[in-house]
């Protein structure tokens, strides 16, 4: 069998694919790089076959990046192929198990059939036929991405799983003197840590849910050749990859610190989710440069509306940037619009915000533009801005989607669960944004400190679902490979257990006693 890694390293100008007309073949030619696996059987050491993202050359011209199925190994003997290195890149963050290599090719020959044409071709006289938009070359690209939601939202509920489980078995200290140790759910400030993220991990849920509804039905368009959608996917996929990821991997961490010492210990499941989960922030894109993927086509949108055309999808709160534009004499009056217990009116108040930071950023770009009449150095000087435009949309998408869900949920004692996780999800956004909203005037000093008041008041509202809103993701023990996080309960029994287990328990007496203490302590 050939086991297939992408490339998506494998993409530098230096990698070219260049065709020969009179042999049909490519010249493949490349640096030293290193190459993510995604399929079983890696690719420095276990891969016959590679998937190598390469600037194709044809008839003299440069086409961009387009795949090529690359023989790496001879089948039989597993030998590398003439004119192909291939090896492992050694030891990585919590992946050591995963032969993740590295791959140069030094003038090596496929046919002209190896490379993926279903959109793009090459024709056997040299002819390049483009395809009907050049964003399709990035299908698998956008596909991962878009999975990488629903992977942020699992990986998340995984952590907030065990965190709140274990905080709901500990107990300590006293919250009033002379009464048993309280469990530490019962803490403020254990909620507050935890509380949030549980409410990410249910917003991710239904914002991974609809990328992959919505992959689906735009794939279905594609197919039908109706191509309007893709560049917003294309560019809401890469924002919200980069959003997710950052957050949940933030949130993890902040899971397994919320569990104390024993949080450290790999019975926890933690550091586990921690380490598998973290290079998601630099795979299929690190996320800086997803976000300011995202920012050009929000830019591209912001253009399009100021020279007065519309624009779809959810990018369309942009078609109203004339009204929503906030004079100073606004100000006083408009944030009484805003209702603090209402999901709905809070996503007006983030599309407020993103709209505020898209045409701060587009504005300071064109300033740059104006003065430099050089792109790419506009580009970078404002690329602080476009950063936080891409976060304040993604944000608001975020928002949207779960406030939207909302109205799906037919049971009314679930659905007002929920909305309170709706609630403290949004709110504890304007909490950490606060500067924003105030300055954009969207929301008043007051009001702030409602926020504040109001997400303590949801910590208490939430606390008595939130175990069996964490049982809700269903994840079995076995998933979970968590002492900490057991459904039954039994922590500390199964923490000795597991304990035992350590290599070096295997005898009572470890063999650097006899090697090096004993001899120190035959000279005393």
């Keep these: 069998m050939c086991y297939v890694s992408t490339g998506t390293h494998l993409r530098g100008l230096e990698t070219t694919a260049t065709y020969d007309p009179a042999t049909q073949e490519f010249i493949l030619n490349s640096p030293t790089v290193t190459s ?9 050491k276990t891969s016959n076959h590679a998937i190598v993202l390469a600037q194709l050359y044809t008839q003299g011209k440069c086409h961009g990046l387009h795949a090529f199925i690359v023989p790496i190994r001879q089948l039989g003997t597993h030998e590398p192929l003439p004119g192909i290195t291939v090896g492992d890149i050694g030891p990585k963050f919590g992946y050591d198990e995963m032969d993740n290599g590295y791959l140069k090719m ?14 793009a071709k090459v024709e056997p006289d040299g002819t390049y036929v483009k395809p009907l938009n050049a964003k399709l070359t990035y299908g698998t690209m956008v596909f991962i991405r878009s999975i990488i939601v ?10 907030c799983t065990i965190a709140i489980r274990y905080s709901a078995v500990r107990h300590q200290s006293e919250l009033k003197p002379g009464e048993p140790e309280p469990q530490i759910l019962d803490y403020q400030t254990q909620q507050y840590k935890l509380f949030p993220l549980l409410a990410t991990a249910y917003a991710f849920h239904f914002v991974g849910a609809y990328m992959k509804d919505t992959y689906r039905r735009i794939t279905g368009n594609i197919n039908d050749g109706d191509l309007s959608e893709l560049p917003e996917l294309h560019a809401l996929s890469a924002g919200l990859k980069a959003f997710s990821s950052w957050i949940a991997n933030a949130g993890i961490e902040e899971c397994r610190m919320a569990c104390g010492g024993h949080g450290y210990s790999r019975c926890s499941g933690l550091p586990d989710i921690y380490v598998n989960f973290t290079p998601s922030c630099t795979y299929e894109g690190e996320n800086t440069v997803m976000m300011l993927q995202t920012a050009r086509f929000l830019v591209k949108s912001y253009t399009q509306v100021s020279s007065g ?8 709160y942009l078609n109203d940037l004339p009204g929503l534009r906030i004079q100073p004499q606004q100000v006083a009056a408009r944030p009484t619009a805003v209702h603090l217990n209402n999901p709905s009116s809070l996503v007006e108040a983030y599309k407020l915000r993103a709209s505020r930071l898209v045409e701060f950023a587009a504005k300071n770009l064109q300033a740059e533009l104006n003065r430099r009449k050089n792109k790419e150095d506009a580009w970078n000087r404002t690329s602080v801005d476009l950063v936080r435009a891409s976060e304040a949309h993604c944000h608001y ?3 949207k989607l779960f406030t939207a869900k909302l109205s ?18 949004a709110l504890c956004g304007i909490n950490k944004h606060s500067g924003d909203f105030l300055q954009g005037g969207i929301l008043t000093d007051a009001q702030i400190i409602q926020v504040n008041q109001r ?5 208490a509202l939430i606390r008595p679902n939130a175990v069996a809103l964490v049982d809700s993701f269903d994840f079995h023990d ?26 070096l328990n295997k005898t009572q007496v470890h063999e650097s006693f006899h090697k090096h203490l004993k001899p120190m302590q035959a000279k005393l």
């Design 36 to 44: 993510i696996k995604w399929w079983p059987g890696g690719l420095g």
């Design 106 to 119: 030094d003038n090596f020959r496929i046919p002209r059939e190896n490379m993926l044409m279903k959109h």
């Design 150 to 159: 629903g992977d942020a939202a699992r990986s998340l509920a995984r952590a």
């Design 309 to 316: 055309q519309l624009v779809s999808g959810m990018m369309s």
């Design 397 to 399: 998408v975020v928002v």
């Design 408 to 425: 799906e949920i037919g049971d009314p004692a679930v659905r007002a669960v929920l909305n309170n996780l709706c609630l403290l999800y």
């Design 455 to 459: 997400v303590k008041e949801l910590l």
């Design 478 to 503: 076995n998933v979970l490979g968590s002492v900490l996080g057991r459904y039954d309960g039994n922590v500390y029994e199964n923490m000795f257990e597991w304990s035992k287990k350590s290599p």
